[in-house]
């Protein structure tokens, strides 16, 4: 069965870097792409970017650019999604997605990521 | 930037009612919609993709449609367990924004 199991929460202090990872099982891992959707407390879900696990191939949301980078190793079919320089409206939770056409069918469990001094 | 008005952002409503939600984009789509139901405290699951197909398990008084600017996701027969949020999302084009979310709660 697809699973996507994500590593565990976090609590950074403002500036820090946040590195998520997201280990895949069940499916062929280079066959779809990975989505990272996040949601701040009592808020809706924002989508943060994709990356596609065949060539690495990534688009971020504008808001984002310059502090995530999304990446994967294919020999241990993990994601991870890095966001450097945080700040106090970076703490949510933090999910991965599976998905190759947009949509996306399997979820990972989610990691809190606390950003407080 | 596709923009997303998704409404209502509060439903009320009563086990076995029938309720209808609406997403409607700032420019045309096509079909590339779908539809995510999310309970408190848990991820986001699938329930609709190409604004009408359902998702493998999913229960078929779900239904969705729609094409271009303006979808629905209809919940027919409300039962208990459908008492949660409900996004759209559109992935016609990067980046891959969400609706704002309707609540469904008991009345």
């Known amino acids: 069965q697809v699973q996507l199991v994500q590593s565990g929460a976090e609590v950074k202090k403002p500036g820090a870097s946040v590195k998520v990872s997201c280990k895949a099982s069940?499916?062929?891992?280079?066959?779809?792409?990975i989505s990272w959707v996040r949601q701040a407390p009592g808020q809706g879900l924002e989508w943060m970017g994709w990356?596609?696990?065949?060539?690495?191939?990534?688009n971020y949301a504008q808001k984002l650019q310059g502090r995530v980078t999304m990446t994967t190793d294919t020999s241990t079919s993990t994601a991870y999604m890095e966001l450097r320089s945080l700040r106090s409206d970076d703490t949510a939770v933090y999910y991965c997605?599976?998905?190759?056409?947009?949509?996306?069918?399997?979820w990972g469990q989610g990691t809190l990521v606390t950003v407080s001094s | 930037v596709i923009w997303m008005t998704q409404s209502p952002s509060l439903l009320s409503a009563s086990t076995g009612d029938r309720v209808i939600i609406s997403c409607r984009m700032s420019?045309?789509?096509?079909?590339?919609l779908a539809w995510y139901q999310q309970k408190p405290g848990k991820a986001p699951e699938l329930l609709i993709y190409?604004?009408?197909t359902l998702q493998s398990g999913v229960p078929s008084r779900f239904s969705g449609s729609g094409s271009g600017t303006d979808f629905t996701l209809t919940i027919s027969c409300l039962q208990s367990e459908d008492f949660a949020t409900y996004y759209c999302?559109?992935?016609?084009?990067?980046?891959?924004?969400f609706g704002q979310g309707t609540k469904l709660e008991i009345k």
């Open positions: 997605a599976r998905g190759s056409s947009g949509w996306c069918d399997y």
């Open positions: 069940g499916y062929t891992f280079t066959s779809y792409g």
């Open positions: 990356i596609s696990a065949y060539n690495g191939n990534t």
């Open positions: 420019q045309g789509i096509s079909s590339y």
């Open positions: 190409a604004a009408s």
């Open positions: 999302q559109q992935y016609y084009s990067f980046p891959h924004t």
